[in-house]
């Protein structure tokens, strides 16, 4: 379906696009026809910096059980990182630069 | 080797003759065919001056016109290629980048843009629509018939616009989603109305093609939207198509079903030939 059915994440990183790095803070992530992926619908992730005017993106579309494999893996890698690292509790991220 | 393309020229005196004699031949016997597709820049909704793709025959005409509603992902290569195909057959066809003020970028970032911001506004498009409506009818080879087709949030925008602008000859809904909203909530400031609201003042024939396969719009949609055209007597046709969902006709995706597809475009262009070819075009063509 042609929807406009966005889900917002709020969040905290880098993500390196055409013209290279760039800070990010929103994900915008939707359930829809894809651009390019030779899929019916595919879940769609744009990662933007919004405040800075969100005119470079950083895109995926993946198809329904690759995102959900995904959020395995992130969750699992998030766990084993935790693990060997131990848990970051910090209230705020903090800058890396 | 004779060629029979349009290029003259020699290589040595008696080949040269001979080839000139057959390309003379060859082109005498031949009916020529051009189209000219171009971006050119139209003036949309409270003037906005935008781009578009405009594909139309060459040759003096009288051509008819065709606006073509792009889908909800934007102003793709397949758009295009859908509005060389009209050109194709016999109508000037405009796509506007229904986008265009949330540019620039590359479409898909463009459209991207827009999705995250809820997508355009009705009125906007129905702007956009008229405007590039009257670019065709504006152009001196024109004969003054202008069609609308769309697909998917396009054929939801053709539905809008059927019911909206006075002076639209036919229009093509291609498995428009959302024309019924059951959920009040769905519409808000950009999509203030649920198109099948407005049905009522559709002065338009309409021609209506879906997947039985679709969800949005699904069989129930289909009947009910039908059923209200039917009831309000309105100049219709619906055709609904097994073993295919949304986007059939869509050759650069995997919902692309041949057969359909190749049915549902010689049903588009018989129903604009018959609705917005005058007798001259029809010569033309």
Not at chain 1, 36 to 62: Q, Y
Not at chain 2, 212 to 234: F, H, I, M, S, Y
Not at chain 2, 259 to 271: M, P, S, T
Request: proline share 5%.
């Amino acid at each position: 379906m042609c929807s406009y059915i966005v889900e917002k994440a709020r969040l905290f990183g880098s993500a390196k696009g055409p013209n290279g790095w760039m800070r990010i803070d929103t994900a915008n992530v939707y359930y829809d026809h894809p651009f390019h992926a030779p899929l019916d619908h595919a879940l769609g992730i744009d990662f933007i910096n919004e405040a800075e005017g969100a005119r470079e993106r950083v895109a995926v579309e993946l198809s329904a059980q690759s995102a959900r494999d995904l959020v395995e893996k992130i969750l699992a890698a998030l766990a084993s990182g935790e693990s060997a690292h131990g848990k970051f509790t910090a209230a705020a991220p903090i800058a890396a630069e | 080797m004779p060629r029979f393309g349009g290029v003259f020229c020699t290589v040595n005196s008696t080949r040269g003759m001979y080839n000139r004699a057959v390309d003379i031949q060859a082109r005498n016997s031949m009916t020529y065919e051009g189209m000219l597709a171009e971006t050119i820049a139209f003036r949309g909704h409270k003037g906005d001056v935008g781009e578009a793709y405009y594909a139309r025959p060459l040759g003096g005409g009288p051509w008819p016109g065709v606006v073509l509603i792009h889908h909800m992902p934007g102003w793709d290569w397949w758009i295009k290629e859908a509005t060389r195909t009209l050109a194709y057959h016999g109508f000037a066809t405009i796509s506007p980048h229904l986008y265009f003020r949330d540019g620039p970028g590359s479409p898909d970032d463009v459209g991207a843009r827009v999705r995250a911001a809820g997508g355009g506004a009705d009125e906007q498009v129905i702007g956009d629509v008229a405007g590039a409506m009257e670019f065709l009818r504006a152009q001196p080879y024109a004969n003054g018939k202008v069609g609308v087709i769309g697909f998917c949030s396009g054929g939801r925008h053709t539905y809008l616009v059927a019911c909206s602008l006075p002076d639209i000859d036919a229009a093509v809904d291609c498995w428009g989603g959302n024309v019924i909203v059951n959920d009040p909530k769905q519409l808000n400031a950009k999509r203030p109305v649920a198109p099948i609201d407005l049905t009522e003042k559709m002065r338009c024939p309409l021609l209506g093609l879906f997947g039985n396969d679709d969800e949005n719009p699904n069989r129930d949609q289909v009947n009910r939207t039908e059923a209200l055209l039917k009831k309000l007597g309105k100049n219709y046709e619906f055709h609904r198509y097994d073993g295919a969902g949304h986007a059939f006709f869509n050759a650069a995706r995997v919902a692309y079903r041949p057969e359909q597809a190749l049915d549902g475009w010689n049903k588009v262009f018989a129903f604009f030939q018959m609705h917005l070819t005058t007798p001259a075009a029809a010569r033309a063509a």
